[in-house]
Structures are given as structure tokens and as C-alpha cells.
């Protein structure tokens, strides 16, 4: 039940992370020790309403709070060859409520994830040669919740060219998890509350970025996606024309293709206009497009205003149908509105502060950004975000 808030808050946090400036060693070539380059603190609270839950069938509440805090800490040293050895730790938690997953069971009153948490640390290991342009990075990760655990592994490889105009980056990354049989309560039976199904996801990204001019940037970005395994969620309901229901049930294979352009056009010195588009599509016949636009305005050299807007429509799949519309001789069926036809907007504003002696005459504290988002959808969904961003340097 917590895909749609984790969505969303990737959204919010990955503009964040945009908006957010890198950071640069300055003391290049030398062989030093083990430091601290940086430490970032995100946190959020995020809260939605609508009434289509999946679990009830496609109708009934879909009430939902998140809280959701991450922390990580990137260590750096250079070797006696010149190459930038990187160390990135993270830990996040989520502590959401969800009313509609109460109705998994409507005799009990703290059912399946009702009230629950998730816990997902990652670690990641990088090897620069600033010399050449390329680095090598390996990390893994684990995320687990009420009813799924989930490890993961990744790999990347990324080239500059030698005039530092053009970069080539490659990742790929498996996620190898496995679902806790949890089906709604009058559906049980003695067997069907034993064992686990797995759900396996691998992914092949691919980005090209391009220098055009002093004031134009461009980032051309393709994945390649597969996803095998249990992909319907056993305790969402399907209610049919005659009155019987089911759980839902769809394919145990998916292949997902999206393909994107990012263009970022520096308009002065205090006003960057970045633009965002992706199109999505995939084997269930869901198609998707998607267009962002964020604008970061310098009020002062420390002080600086971002307004955003997002616009998104999709295609629902071809088993998708609303409450009692599924004709009982279908092969797949589910009536998760996530997967139906939409469309949706978002707008809100960030802030950043980040003083040179820091924020508070901390100097320490590099910087402070928060950020509010409201997300509305065609279907009656409307949910509201605050983030923050504290970064330590």
C-alpha cells in the first residue's frame, strides 16, 4: 500500500536532488586519508486521500500518511594513482498508516499494514580517475516491510569526453525480492496463508549528457526494464458482473521501456529553466507521458526560489476495470486504479538557502532546501508533500 506515497515522494526528492548543487574536491591528485566529503539529511511528510483502493475492489478509501526520514554520509579519499575512491552509506524509514489495508481483514483494527514501517539501507563503492573521465561504482542495497524483503545489486560505468562536454554513463541493477502470501480475510484458506512468492527486477539505464553551449545542457536518458514473478499484489480485491470477486491476478512477466530528455538552458545568472519529457510503454499495454518544467531563481547569491510543475497522462493496461465491470471468464484482471486510465498534475515551490558561512554561522551546515508539492489526479486522488534537505560539508 505504500507505492503511491513512494512515487510520489521519489518525484519530490529527485527534483530536490536536482535543484540540490554537487559537490567538488577541490585538493584533486593528492594521496590522502579516509575524509568526510559530505552528509545529507532528507525528510518528509506526505499524506493523500482518494477513493479507489485496490484492496476493497477499486472503491473505498485510500487514506494514506507517510513519514519517511533518509540519512547519507559519502566518504572520499585519492589513491597514489590519482583515482578519487568514493564510499556512499544511506539508511531510510518509513513509518506509514493506511486506512484501506485495514480492509484485508475489517474484523481486526491494525490488519496487515495498517500501521507499519520500512527500513531500506544501501551501500555504494566508486573508483574516479579524474585523469581519464571514467569511474567504475558496485553497491547493494535491502529494503524490508510487513509483508516483503528485497535485496539488490548494482553496477556502473561512466566515460567523459576529454574536453568534459559529454558524458556516457551505464547502470545496471537486480532487485531479487519475495511477498509474504497475505490474502483478504474471506479468501483464506488453511494453505493459503503459508510461504512466499518471489518477484525478481532487472534494469539497464543508459544516459548521454551533452554541453551544447555556455547556456545549454542536454541529457538524453533509455531503461530497459523486466520485472518476472508474483507482479498482482494478493490482497488487492476483483469484484465481477455477477457479484463473486477474487483476488487479483495478473501476468507473472512485465517489460518496461521508457526513454527521456532532460534540457537545462541557463537563462543569465540568476535564472535556470530546467524542462523534463519521458515516454513510457510496456508489454501490459500501458503507455505514459510525462513533462516537467522547474524554474530555480536566484533572489540573492545564498537565497534562491524554485517553482515546479508536472503534467503526466497515461494509458491504463489492458486488464484493468473498475468495480464490478470484469467479466468472470477473463484471464487477468485487476481493478488497481494506479494501473488505469489518468491523468494528473503537480505544482509547488523550493527553497534553498545556503550562506558561505554557513547556514546559522554553522559551517558545517553547506546548506537548507525545503520544498511543498501538491499532486492531484483525474481519478479523485489528491495528496500533499513537504520535504526537507539539511546537507553537511
Not at 302 to 320: A, D, I, L
Request: charged content about 20%.
Amino acid at each position: 500500500m505504500l507505492r503511491i506515497s513512494l512515487t510520489a515522494l521519489g518525484i519530490y526528492v529527485s527534483a530536490l536532488a536536482a535543484f540540490s548543487q554537487s559537490a567538488n574536491d577541490s585538493s584533486a591528485y593528492s594521496s590522502r586519508k579516509l575524509k568526510v566529503e559530505e552528509v545529507n539529511f532528507i525528510s518528509s511528510y506526505y499524506a493523500q486521500d482518494g477513493n479507489n483502493s485496490a484492496v476493497t475492489g477499486g472503491i473505498g478509501t485510500e487514506s494514506l500518511t507517510d513519514f519517511a526520514s533518509t540519512i547519507d554520509v559519502k566518504l572520499s579519499r585519492y589513491d597514489g594513482h590519482k583515482r578519487k575512491h568514493t564510499l556512499t552509506g544511506e539508511i531510510g524509514i518509513d513509518l506509514y498508516t493506511s486506512a484501506s489495508s485495514d480492509k484485508i481483514d475489517p474484523s481486526t483494527i491494525s490488519s496487515a499494514s495498517a500501521h507499519d514501517k520500512r527500513i531500506y539501507p544501501s551501500i555504494t563503492y566508486a573508483i574516479t580517475n579524474e585523469q581519464k573521465g571514467t569511474t567504475i561504482s558496485v553497491g547493494g542495497s535491502l529494503s524490508t516491510e510487513f509483508d516483503y524483503f528485497s535485496k539488490g545489486i548494482s553496477a556502473g560505468w561512466s566515460k567523459l569526453s576529454k574536453d568534459r562536454n559529454r558524458e556516457f554513463s551505464f547502470k545496471g541493477q537486480v532487485f531479487l525480492d519475495t511477498w509474504k502470501v497475505i490474502l483478504p480475510v474471506e479468501l483464506r484458506s488453511s494453505t493459503a496463508l503459508n510461504g512466499n512468492k518471489p518477484r525478481d527486477s532487472y534494469s539497464a539505464s543508459f544516459t548521454l549528457s551533452q554541453v551544447l553551449n555556455k547556456r545549454m545542457q542536454v541529457l538524453f536518458l533509455a531503461d530497459f526494464a523486466m520485472q518476472t514473478g508474483q507482479l498482482a499484489t494478493l490482497y488487492h480485491r476483483t469484484y465481477f458482473e455477477d457479484g463473486t470477486h477474487r483476488v487479483e491476478k495478473l501476468p507473472d512477466k512485465r517489460v518496461k521501456i521508457p526513454v527521456g530528455v532532460r534540457l537545462n538552458y541557463f537563462a543569465g545568472d540568476r535564472v535556470i529553466v530546467r524542462t523534463y519529457y519521458r515516454y513510457y510503454t510496456d508489454d501490459w499495454g500501458l503507455t505514459a507521458h510525462t513533462a516537467e518544467l522547474e524554474v530555480p531563481v536566484k533572489i540573492t547569491p545564498f537565497f534562491s526560489v524554485s517553482p515546479f510543475y508536472r503534467y503526466y497522462t497515461q494509458q491504463g493496461v489492458k486488464y484493468f476495470a473498475p468495480y464490478q465491470q470484469h467479466q468472470t471468464g477473463e484471464e487477468f484482471y485487476t481493478s488497481d486504479y494506479d494501473l488505469s486510465t489518468l491523468s494528473s498534475n503537480m505544482g509547488g515551490l523550493g527553497v534553498r538557502y545556503a550562506p558561505p558561512g554557513g547556514v546559522l554561522n554553522i559551517t558545517t551546515l553547506n546548506a537548507l532546501e525545503l520544498r511543498y508539492g501538491h499532486y492531484k489526479r483525474s481519478t479523485g486522488l489528491s495528496s500533499d508533500i513537504i520535504t526537507m534537505l539539511i546537507k553537511f560539508k
